[in-house]
């Protein structure tokens, strides 16, 4: 690539969010940064849009290491739809989500908005990739990636890499081994529903919940992150489960 | 089945849509009907869930056919998880997400809470299948789509659907030829934002865009409905490219 690229750069944490601040920071060595990122958090938003509310877009002053930035009042995937259709002049060469601040490994990646805006870069055409780390915390430690985040990067340049198809990137805390390329781990929460009262007495309920992985498998990116590695799957926003095309059409649904 | 199935019943666009009560009368003739579903609209919410918000849940009194009704202060995927989590002794049977207002074909399966709830059911072990009609009218006639709800809910206790496929069936309006099982349609919006100015003079966008169909394969839900007939997209949440695993292990993140 002759120019530097045009990066764009979005997550689920809001613009303020370190994790944001450090991609940037990172990824402006190998291009030109647009941030467009959502004004507060939008974590678990998967890739929902908004249609029934406006958008309200504004500049920000926060990344020093970005040419461009943008909050806007809506999802990650507002987002990319707004920064590939109303604000760059010029189609991104790739778009980098992140980085999370928690795991969107296994089922996480279904309800991540970090990897919904990566998918959504996806169908727009732009090679995309979602970046986290399993550490909720704010002062989480992000140095360990760097070499990693940028070695992925320049490698979904030099390979090309499908514009169908998107990484979801999860790391370890503080340390990593190195990558391994998996699939998806099979598992799924166990939700309970902690029920308080609010100060008018009136009753409520919080999501929480236990995490369960009866994956045994050792190719999953559930057992690479357990064994110390940053995990990537390579993901499809073609849901067709293909295989079972051909039992589902000996159903008679005429009888 | 001796005893009648336990059908939890949701949808995207809340528990006064009419797609939703006509869904669950027809369905209550096959089991008994549990409703949980968003106190108000939450279209294109995808597979969003609540986690830094609480959660309110309330009796309701609307539906003459359930045996239950419950309203959320949550997004359809919360649903499924409150419903199956909490508020139920025994696992459903079935879940039935729908009749969504508006086309669900295609990737709008992604941005779908109707779908996305469905999926959700999925993850929790429960066959389940999203029901959407190719009108976005809330005086929309589903008389035409009875029979097929029917066959295609009755085939899948029949024919034991894996809990790890979930059916996207979509209904062209008014008239249906029959039902064809397809492939999702490789296609996007191209999104335009419209701008305009608030009462106090501020500026703000609203999202609308063309939807752009270059797939020209008879094989997907497009072509099925443009033609005339209901569309079963069978629909995975393991989202793994595993064709494309071997390639990427060849990439060098070392280097």
């Known amino acids: 690539m002759a120019k530097r690229p045009l990066i764009i750069v979005t997550n689920d944490d809001g613009i303020n969010a370190p994790g944001l601040k450090y991609l940037v920071k990172i990824i402006s060595a190998i291009g030109d940064v647009v941030i467009i990122a959502p004004d507060s958090p939008k974590s678990a938003t998967s890739q929902a849009i908004t249609i029934n ?26 987002c990319i739809k707004f920064g590939v259709n109303e604000l760059l002049e010029k ?6 989500s992140g980085i999370n601040h928690g795991s969107n490994s296994s089922v996480n990646v279904l309800y991540s908005g970090t990897v919904g805006a990566a998918i959504e870069a996806g169908i727009q055409g732009i090679p995309a990739i979602g970046f986290s780390i399993l550490d909720y915390n704010w002062n989480a430690k992000f140095e360990h990636m760097k070499k990693f985040i940028l070695s992925i990067t320049l490698n979904v340049f030099k390979n090309k890499l499908p514009s169908n198809i998107i990484l979801n990137v ?15 781990a099979n598992t799924h929460w166990k939700e ?11 009753e409520y309920y919080w ?6 992985d009866n994956d045994e498998s050792d190719e ?3 057992y690479a992150l357990k064994k110390g590695y940053a995990s990537i799957v390579p993901i499809r926003f073609d849901l067709t489960a293909k295989d079972y095309i051909l039992k589902l059409k000996k159903w008679d649904f005429n009888g």
Do not use: W
């Open 220 to 222: 999953t990116d559930e």
């Open 53 to 78: 509310s406006p958008l309200y877009i504004s500049r920000s002053y926060i990344h020093p290491n970005a040419k461009l930035e943008y909050q806007l009042s809506g999802t990650p995937a507002d």
């Open 192 to 202: 309970k529903f902690c029920k308080r009262e609010n100060p008018m007495g009136k």
């Open 91 to 96: 189609k991104p060469d790739i778009c980098v």
């Open 207 to 212: 999501l929480t919940g236990d995490f369960i």
């Open 170 to 184: 999860n790391f370890p805390k503080l340390r990593v081994k190195g990558v391994k390329v998996c699939r998806q």
